[in-house]
């Protein structure tokens, strides 16, 4: 059974780096064709897809945001993480990871089969 | 890279179907055979219900469909049901090798 779950800061403030923290279950980011991603969705709003992750260390990011996050992995802890500098409040979210489709290594879909139940991230002074 | 367009909102009654279309470009959802649809009830993660256009998850009922012609993909969802009540999201691989979600739409079951 997969499961990810995220954990963070509930809380931090302008300018400050926020670092979150992905850790799931029932897969191995050294399996080929497995990527995580993160994505995000202020209150009231649409989802935003921030960054992925691939089991070969391939990494995308969102344009917009590109020059403020950091994605890795942790192997040996079945984690991902995320690291996003300079929050402002427009960055108060869910943050959501999620696990990318996939069959093998040479066949995955670009949509996410099973996600965390977010963490809520609020950026105020 | 902007959001994949769709409609605010749709409704329909019990049994019927209805459409929720979603509007990208070339550089997207024309280009790539990867668009996927999210159902998200309020407060809850979303779950996908396409992917790579019209295909279903197992566990996803055969009343959910997805198609796209040109640079535009759709829902479909027939013999709606209370249940079906909730957000609705499109997403798409982009050239930059990213992804892209639409603004979603609220689908009211009246």
């Known amino acids: 059974q997969i499961t990810l779950k995220e954990s963070g800061p509930t809380l931090v403030k302008p300018t400050q780096t926020l670092t979150l923290t992905c850790t799931f279950s029932?897969?191995?980011?050294?399996?080929?064709?497995?990527?995580v991603a993160w994505i995000r969705q202020p209150p009231g709003k649409a989802l935003e897809w921030l960054a992925l992750?691939?089991?070969?260390?391939?990494?995308r990011y969102s344009p917009s945001l590109k020059s403020r996050l950091t994605i890795t992995k942790d192997t040996s802890k079945n984690q991902v993480i995320l690291v996003m500098t300079n929050m402002d409040p427009v960055d108060t979210a869910t943050y959501f990871c999620a696990h990318r489709i996939y069959f093998n290594s040479a066949y995955y879909s670009e949509a996410f089969d099973l996600w965390g139940l977010g963490t809520l991230v609020t950026v105020s002074s | 890279q902007s959001a994949l367009t769709q409609p605010a909102s749709v409704s329909g009654s019990p049994g019927q179907s209805i459409t929720i279309s979603c509007a990208g470009t070339?550089?997207?959802?024309?280009?790539?055979?990867?668009v996927s649809w999210y159902q998200q009830p309020p407060g809850k993660a979303p779950q996908v219900m396409i992917y790579d256009v019209s295909n279903r998850p197992a566990g996803v009922s055969n009343r959910f469909s997805g198609s796209k012609s040109g640079n535009t993909a759709s829902l479909t969802i027939s013999g709606l049901q209370a249940e079906d009540e909730a957000d609705y999201y499109c997403s798409s691989y982009t050239t930059s090798s990213t992804l892209v979600f639409g603004g979603g739409t609220k689908l009211t079951v009246l």
């Open positions: 992750i691939s089991w070969d260390e391939d990494k």
């Open positions: 029932g897969f191995s980011l050294d399996t080929g064709g497995v990527a």
């Open positions: 070339s550089r997207d959802v024309g280009g790539y055979h990867y």
